[in-house]
């Protein structure tokens, strides 16, 4: 069903691509269950480049074919004290990776890594769902079930919330001071326009999830753009109510949870501005991560500063920050060891098993 600014799915098959706008990683795989913040693909750029001599490595003459050894292949990601090389001879010599990276190549002689990425895009899924195609080299396709609409402005944020509205056909559905109250705190509230920019700036004190607005005067899209949480426009730039087949579709899912993903147009990739809500409870338990983990899981980092880095589990962290008593339950957090010099303590729902150690 379409109006003439959105295109709306009351409820069934909802189908977000997520992909960049050059050539890069894709982190996901078909099947995989996602959560909002996961990253589907990134393009970087590689700070540190380094080798490691492999004939020095594991004592071998010069000229060597070192290909019978490596045990990697180009592009390949690794994590530190990963076997990256073998020799089996009288004695077996294996060379492990110090350091994480992504292996170029071999020349000379030398196994040529890169590490130190820095990001220069990323795009995430937004919503929880299962990846059900793979854009080679660009990203995935993301789908679930349950709500969708489309609008015509985003600030180029994501978030979620349970859906609420904080107006009524009565006040006209316009955002003002009367609709500031704690009751946002968390949620996404819809209403039909704001016309105050003090108003739209003292949202961000209550700490809202996303505002959805019909409308929205131009002189208020930088403030807008401003605010840390996802504004989304559904219908037109200046003044106007929702129309109604959005109305009916948010007043139909009210206190259901509710995901905004926008982002700006891109190449050839057009604007987003993108209202999804599932039909399934999305805090349901999808991976059960913590009765999976274990000391030793491979796993990738999914957020922060650290995103897409492949690390080792050390240590299941109990619960209680002073804490060290074996009888100790596990906790939510895990030790993860990067390369040689990088530990690190993250949430386990910052992470993801990779899938060779998933049982």
């Avoid at 490596?70 to 990256?84: Q, R």
């Avoid at 985003?154 to 979620?160: A, E, L, S």
């Avoid at 109305?247 to 209202?275: D, T, V």
Wanted: charged residues 20%; glycine residues 10%.
């Amino acid at each position: 069903m379409q109006t003439a600014a959105a295109k709306i799915i009351y409820s069934g098959p909802v189908r977000c691509s997520r992909k960049l706008t050059r050539d890069g990683t894709v982190m996901v795989f078909p099947g995989q269950l996602t959560d909002p913040t996961m990253q589907v693909a990134w393009r970087k750029t590689w700070r540190t480049h380094f080798s490691v001599n492999i004939y020095d490595a594991l004592g071998m003459p010069q000229g060597t074919n070192m290909q019978d050894y490596l045990l990697i292949n180009e592009g390949d990601f690794v994590s530190v004290s990963e076997p990256i090389a073998r020799r089996s001879d009288r004695k077996t010599r294996t060379l492990n990776a110090l350091y994480s990276g992504r292996f170029l190549g071999a020349s000379g002689g030398n196994l040529i890594f890169e590490a130190d990425a820095e990001d220069l895009e990323t795009v995430a899924a937004g919503f929880p769902g299962t990846v059900t195609e793979i854009i080679p080299n660009r990203g995935a396709v993301v789908e679930t079930v349950g709500a969708y609409a489309a609008g015509v402005w985003g600030n180029n944020k994501i978030g979620q919330g349970i859906l609420l509205t904080v107006n009524d056909i009565a006040k006209d559905g316009i955002f003002d001071s009367q609709s500031l109250s704690m009751a946002m705190a968390g949620s996404i509230v819809f209403a039909n326009t704001c016309y105050d920019a003090e108003v739209l700036q003292s949202t961000t004190r209550l700490s809202p999830g996303g505002l959805i607005f019909g409308s929205l005067p131009a002189a208020l899209l930088p403030v807008a753009e401003q605010l840390p949480f996802p504004v989304i426009v559904t219908d037109t730039i200046g003044g106007g109510r929702i129309s109604d087949p959005i109305y009916n579709m948010l007043g139909e899912n009210i206190i259901k949870c509710a995901y905004l993903y926008s982002a700006p147009a891109r190449g050839n990739i057009p604007l987003s501005a993108e209202i999804i809500i599932p039909q399934e409870d999305p805090t349901s338990d999808k991976n059960n991560l913590l009765s999976e983990i274990t000391v030793g899981n491979r796993v990738r980092i999914l957020d922060g500063y650290y995103a897409g880095e492949i690390g080792f589990i050390t240590k299941l962290l109990p619960q209680g920050a002073d804490s060290d008593e074996e009888t100790e339950p596990i906790g939510d957090q895990v030790l993860i060891c990067i390369d040689a010099d990088t530990t690190i303590t993250l949430p386990v729902n910052n992470i993801e098993l990779l899938q060779d150690d998933k049982k």
